[in-house]
T-cell receptor, first 114, second 116 residues
């Protein structure tokens, strides 16, 4: 079946620290991979995506590479800011019943302190 | 423009009330979604409309009734809800599928529903 596993949070960092949030997946076929971010009291925002193996998605200093050999899509950022504090969801895009579906991981809360 | 709008932003309703949530997008997307999100959990898919037809119902109780009047609008009609239905309700939309790659979904800000 299709599933996503994310590292447990919260992840607590000081400003300017390096961030890694691990995400691994199980999927059949050719899924796309996404990272979404949810700030307190808001909906989900697409952060970045990758549609095939070895693709690197990037946005706002965040990066993730679609690794088929390790079935991973880890999120990284070289220097986090307080404003990056949010919940990050890794998601698998699959085709099911003639419709695209997203399979979400459990989410990882990031807290960045000054 | 990648905006999905939802109204109302907050809703408090009693267990005997009937209310509706509204979602709108003007990106020309032909797939629209309803999700339910409880605190500290990922969104759970409820319904999917594709080309204005219901394509997925994830075994949602009949007290939730979706409607897609046209390709830009999606409604969720609520009736006789229970307190455990209190949650953030998110709407999303995505492009038509072309080829093998799933497209990303764009989410609205959500409606915070409280059932008393």
């Amino acid at each position: 079946g299709n599933s996503v596993t994310q590292m447990e949070g919260p992840v607590t960092l000081s400003e300017e620290a390096f961030l890694t949030i691990n995400c691994t997946y199980t999927a059949t076929g050719y899924p796309s991979l996404f990272w979404y971010v949810q700030y307190p009291g808001e909906g989900l925002q697409l952060l970045l995506k990758a549609t095939k193996a070895d693709d690197k998605g990037s946005n706002k200093g965040f990066e993730a590479t679609y690794r088929k050999e390790t079935t991973s899509f880890h999120l990284e950022k070289g220097s986090v800011q307080v404003s990056d504090s949010a919940v990050y969801f890794c998601a698998l895009g699959v085709w099911s019943y003639n419709t695209d579906k997203l399979i979400f991981g459990t989410g990882t809360r990031l807290q960045v302190f000054p | 423009d990648t905006e999905v709008t939802q109204t109302p932003k907050h809703l408090v309703m009693g267990m005997t009330n009937k209310k509706s949530l509204k979602c709108e997008q003007h990106m020309g997307h032909r797939a629209m979604y309803w999700y339910k999100q409880k605190a500290k959990k990922p969104p759970e898919l409820m319904f999917v409309y594709s080309y204005e037809k219901l394509s997925i119902n994830e075994s949602v109780p009949s007290r939730f009734s979706p409607e897609c009047p046209n390709s830009s609008l999606l409604n969720l009609h609520l009736h006789a809800l229970q307190p455990e239905d209190s949650a953030l309700y998110l709407c999303a939309s995505s492009q038509d599928r072309q080829g093998a790659m799933p497209y990303e979904q764009y989410f609205g800000p959500g409606t915070r529903l409280t059932v008393t």
